[in-house]
């Protein structure tokens, strides 16, 4: 009986109990405002009692009033398998192989709903079940390292990532894939970017902004692109795939050092900052913008740098921050911290006193901008002298998670920080740059004349 209407309650349960309707039965539901036809869902445990949910044939869920309610009637009843079966992958001696490696996030995860939120359950050969268009690309192996989300991606993570790609290279593949949640895949294409270097292939990060059980969901073409990308690309960089406009158009390729993501629920929400993105994927071509990549090789050769210190910090500086802040990270043990400054580099007076016995102590300070866009310059102001003159050190056009992840990966080979001075201002893979374009700081600010004019004309 509870399952019948699992995680129904109240006046949502008497509803269905009255028109002895049951969870997972295609049912036609006639209410005020119209009527509607799908498959009943359960409940989340947290939910209210005043709607039933429902899955129309296109795919989308909706909530229901029960207020709204006039009637009810099971037309079938088809419980939902959101398991899909692995397959074993067909392979070719014509095609490149293409190791995929699983970490969890929305790419390989369905929604659970008994909770209501979308968890890690796909495994990677699961995906190809889902996407038989990855047979034509190439011959993939998989490989699952976790199963978490990203947030849950830690130093840890990085270090056994950066090691079994290390692996694979050496091993022979032709491309490398990674399979990750958005939330945090620019602090692991940074980590990557600093643990792996010199590959002969491409490393490709991937995921979707938008489950699979979603009609709108983008895990097959983001994943279609990025295998072509580790298979044919000649663009042997950690690489994060993912959509360039919302819409299904192509993907950009985004340096690792260089990517943010900036929409919480856009497809399209990474974007390159302070540079230009390294290439377009369309239909099965991978389109370089610049000519200033590394290219792929034949030889087996790479080397990895598994190193990182966790005691690190990123601080957002804000107006009144009190410098208890920055010496309870000193007395917690912290050997580096990185601040996110405002204009050129800037923090108030209140805590210079924290910062000076911070360095006192041989913490490693860094100041970056909260701006992402442009350089820390510390040297214009007064406010930025004299923190460079308590040794805080700008980090250039570094953006904050980056410099981050390398302060951390940079602390955790030496403790001398002269030798981490040189790590962190010597660019590794493109995370400083002598200049930032200037056609490539756009906002495309909605209303404005030039931009109404330039949606209207080029892009209907």
């Not at 409940?43 to 309610?69: A, M, P, Q």
């Not at 038989?132 to 989300?149: H, M, Q, W």
């Not at 690309?233 to 950009?252: H, K, N, Q, R, W």
Request: charge should be neutral; charged fraction near 25%.
């Amino acid at each position: 009986m509870l399952e019948m209407f699992k995680g129904y309650k109240g006046a949502a349960l008497e509803t269905l109990q009255k028109y002895k309707a049951r969870v997972w039965g295609e049912t036609v539901i006639d209410t005020t405002r119209g009527t509607f036809t799908g498959i009943i869902l359960p409940r989340s445990e947290n939910d209210d009692d005043r709607h039933i949910v429902l899955k129309l044939e296109t795919g989308y869920n909706i909530g229901i009033t029960v207020g709204t309610i006039t009637g009810m009637r099971e037309i079938g009843y088809r419980k939902a398998n959101y398991k899909i079966p692995e397959k074993e992958f067909p392979t070719s001696p014509e095609k490149p192989n293409v190791r995929l490696f699983g970490t969890g996030g929305t790419i390989a995860s369905r929604l659970d709903y008994r909770t209501g939120a979308v968890i890690p359950a796909f495994s990677p050969g699961e995906l190809y079940g889902a996407v038989p268009e990855l047979a034509d690309i190439c011959n993939l192996t998989t490989e699952k390292l976790f199963g978490v989300f990203s947030e849950n991606m830690g130093p840890k993570e990085y270090k056994t990532l950066a090691k079994a790609i290390g692996e694979a290279i050496r091993g022979g593949i032709d491309g490398i894939v990674v399979g990750h949640g958005t939330d945090t895949m620019h602090h692991t294409a940074a980590a990557l970017s600093f643990m792996v270097q010199n590959s002969p292939v491409p490393i490709v990060l991937v995921g979707s902004q938008r489950s699979s059980d979603r009609p709108s969901s983008d895990a097959a073409l983001n994943l279609i692109h990025a295998t072509t990308t580790a298979a044919h690309s000649d663009i042997a960089e950690v690489l994060v795939c993912m959509f360039g406009p919302t819409s299904d158009e192509y993907a950009l390729l985004h340096r690792g050092t260089r990517v943010r993501k900036m929409h919480s629920s856009y497809r399209s929400t990474f974007r390159t900052i302070g540079d230009f993105p390294v290439a377009t994927v369309q239909k099965g071509v991978v389109t370089p913008l610049r000519n200033d990549y590394r290219k792929r090789r034949i030889d087996r050769e790479v080397t990895v740098l598994p190193y990182f210190e966790e005691k690190v910090s990123l601080l957002y500086y804000y107006p009144n921050m009190m410098p208890d802040i920055i010496d309870s990270l000193v007395d917690k043990g912290y050997r580096g911290i990185i601040i996110a400054g405002t204009g050129l580099g800037h923090v108030n007076k209140a805590v210079y006193p924290a910062i000076e016995r911070a360095r006192r102590k041989g913490v490693a300070v860094y100041m970056t901008v909260q701006t992402l866009w442009g350089y820390a310059h510390m040297f214009v102001y007064d406010t930025g002298r004299d923190l460079m003159n308590l040794g805080v050190i700008p980090a250039e056009n570094m953006l904050p998670e980056v410099a981050y992840i390398k302060l951390g990966w940079a602390l955790g080979q030496t403790d001398d920080l002269d030798r981490v001075k040189e790590i962190m201002l010597t660019p590794v893979s493109g995370e400083i740059t002598r200049r930032e374009p200037y056609n490539g700081y756009l906002i495309l600010q909605g209303g404005v004349p030039e931009v109404e004019h330039f949606l209207k004309t080029f892009h209907k």
